[in-house]
């Protein structure tokens, strides 16, 4: 089906605006794993001036999943009381050691869902076992999970409960521009987060940093049209929050998932895989949600593991580093064989650059 979105000849107009408008390097980052992707997969940082780099951001949620929230996971997955239900994307994620498809070889009880409800309805069905789901993900993800749990509390279902992983965008830009390292001047905003929570954080933020923000999509004359708005903003210095994705994304976003997502659940610090902790960078389950929380129902609250010190995938996701500068790259770590999450998740950088090389 056409598209105007992917139409070659308005994409190759907005790149030559880009190139009009651009008199000196800028360092550009967009923050999600799908955009990157597109970028990659229709390989648009050739096709962009060699004054504009993009440097790819942390929006893959598999790929900052901590290590040590993974290993809780394959702990809890190994209980034979239990039903463990994920995304598809999380079951290559290397822990330790071993990953949930090993799991599942070992005769765990695993199973891919496509949605939290799905996870519901396996607890229905399932009586005498325990149903978890992996609630992994941005604010994009955080509607259904809520929604979930309170459907179970509705349902009063007791064997259902929630491994919760939830992070925020703008803490996470916040990391990224209070680094001494930064090297990010301005940033694609991620569009689907932005459908769910609006673009009303953005202002205080770009202003408190000096860098323009832009709203974008992830088709590829959505990601040019971003690129072009964010560079006429650098160009021009000005500093202000601009929307390229005005089908989708409102100042203000959707009430009603904004409202699920504070009545279930509260801002709480947040360990970024290969980052860090990030001050109230993530949500976690409010106290009168606690009997749906897997960590105190299955007690892995202490689980502390270290990270493999040949992954950089950390630095790849500030904008500091790109895949091909790491060593492992397509030798050690290969999506048949990862050492780490941003090898294997469909959003992660490292995926992107493997699947899609530069001719
Ligand atoms: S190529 Fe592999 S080891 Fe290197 S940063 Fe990416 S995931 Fe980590």
Known sequence: MFTPYRSPSLVQATLAEIRQATSQPWVI??????QTHAILRYGMEQLLPPETEL???????????????????????????????SYGDMLRVPGVDRDLFSVRAAGGDIRV???????LRIAQQNPHKQVVFFAIGFETTAPANAMSVLQAKALGLKNYSALVSHVCVPPALSAILNSPANRVQGFLLAGHVCAVMGYHQYPSLAEQYRVPMVVTGFEPLDIARGIL??????????????????????????????????????????????????????WKLRPEFQAYDAESRFQVGSIQPEESPLCIAGQILQGLKKPPQCPAFGRACTPEHPLGATMVSSEGACAAYYHYPAS
């Open 113 to 119: 869902v496509y949605s939290p409800l799905d996870a």
């Open 29 to 34: 980052m967009e923050i999600c794993g799908g």
């Open 229 to 282: 708005e964010t560079v006429k903003l650098l160009e021009s210095g000005r500093v202000e929050v601009r929307n390229a994705y005005e089908r989708v994304v409102t100042f203000e976003g959707n009430h009603a998932a904004q409202e699920a997502i504070a009545r279930v659940f509260e801002p709480c610090d947040r360990k970024w895989r290969g980052i860090g902790a990030i001050p109230l960078s993530g």
């Open 55 to 85: 440097v790819h951001g942390p929006g893959c949620p598999v790929c900052v999943t901590s290590l040590d929230l993974i290993e809780k996971a394959l702990a809890i997955a190994s209980d034979p009381q239990v039903i463990f239900t």
